[in-house]
């Protein structure tokens, strides 16, 4: 009893010991209704969120929007109001749209191509949710940190900064611009920037002189997400190279955790090495690796790895999960005197 006792408390400081871990809410709540949009934004603040992200790509109008992908056909029904609008590939892109004609989409849950729904038991319905512009989310959020005294922070992400230079448009500096509109360009500020993109990471230190905090994505190189060699970043050399530039990283769980073999790997306590916060992606209680349930790679990942956050679809799980694991232990004499008479 005394050893079970001791080994519970260890694993109460362990996690204590960096400070609470935050719950990043993965485009809002979107386990539970279709990603980015803003009721998804205040769902995601009533079950807890630290943090919400914005994911982030620009109209033809240069207005930064909440979307996850460059392309709008796979979450809207641009195809029914716009079906002459499709690029050679067959794809419909937000840079091709103005704002005005982004708010005639409606929103729905995540599909295939073929339009099938991705995740199956999530948000059925028809609702007429809308594309909503950085700003929109920004002043939302500000207003549900008033109204209900909290400090829910931001979290967006630059995509595809290479791929906008190539269609005329300089991403990067127009978010930079709305940050110091709002002044959120300071690093006191609870709000974090992150980018797949290395060279755009450091370009925003460097040459646009940010002041944010920034977060370094690591992806893996197949998936073509930019033109940085991820295998390099996974160094201590690369991780080194990073810390110049960025407060952290965020890696994608399978780099954390050999997912056949259940075992932790290194990159986690590198980059701490490094000076760097790791906040991974993405905990699905949805999508779970085989032979591994949710409690089993929390335990992993918060308490044997000790995480500083982490992106969920389900930021009320884990906000239950952190909270659970930081509650200061109950004290209580009589059994302590019991255990102090067994040694």
């Not at 028809?126 to 005294?149: D, G, P, S, V, W």
């Amino acid at each position: 009893m005394k050893r079970f006792v001791l080994i519970f408390l260890c694993s109460i400081v362990s996690i204590s010991a960096i400070g609470k871990p935050i719950v990043i809410a993965h485009r809002g709540a979107s386990a539970y209704l279709p990603e980015h949009t803003l009721p998804a934004v205040v769902l995601a603040a009533a079950q807890g969120a630290d943090y919400i992200e914005q994911d982030l790509v620009l109209t033809k109008d240069h207005i930064p929007v909440v979307l996850h992908d460059i392309h709008i056909d796979t979450t809207t029904n641009v195809a029914e109001l716009f079906p002459n609008r499709k690029r050679d590939d067959g794809r419909y892109y937000a840079i091709d749209f103005t704002l005005k004609e982004l708010k005639r989409l409606r929103v729905h849950e995540r599909k295939n191509l073929d339009g099938k729904q991705v995740y199956p038991n999530r948000y059925r319905g028809n609702a007429n949710y809308k594309i909503a512009t950085f700003e929109e989310q920004i002043e939302l959020i500000e207003q549900l940190n008033r109204q209900l005294k909290r400090n829910i922070g931001l979290y967006p992400e630059i995509k595809a900064p290479a791929w906008h230079k190539q269609q005329g448009a300089d991403i990067s500096n127009v978010v930079l611009t709305i940050l110091r509109k709002y002044q959120l360009d300071d690093y006191d500020k609870p709000i974090f920037l992150q980018c797949f993109d290395f060279n755009e990471t450091k370009r925003l230190r460097n040459a646009l002189g940010a002041q944010v905090k920034l977060i370094q994505l690591i992806g893996e190189n197949s998936w073509q997400e930019s033109t940085t060699n991820y295998d390099v970043l996974k160094t201590t050399s690369g991780l080194n190279e990073i810390s110049k530039v960025a407060q952290g990283i965020g890696p994608w769980i399978p780099q954390l955790i050999d997912i056949n073999t259940g075992k932790p790997t290194l990159f986690a306590h590198q980059a701490k090495d490094a000076g760097l916060m790791v906040h991974p992606y993405t905990f699905r209680f949805d999508s779970l690796p085989d032979d591994m349930p949710a409690q089993i790679l929390l335990k992993k990942l918060f308490i044997d790895l000790e995480i500083d956050g982490i992106f969920t679809d389900f930021p009320d799980q884990i906000r239950a999960y952190v909270d659970e694991k930081t509650a200061t232990p109950v004290k209580d004499n009589s059994r302590e005197e019991g255990l102090s008479q067994e040694e």
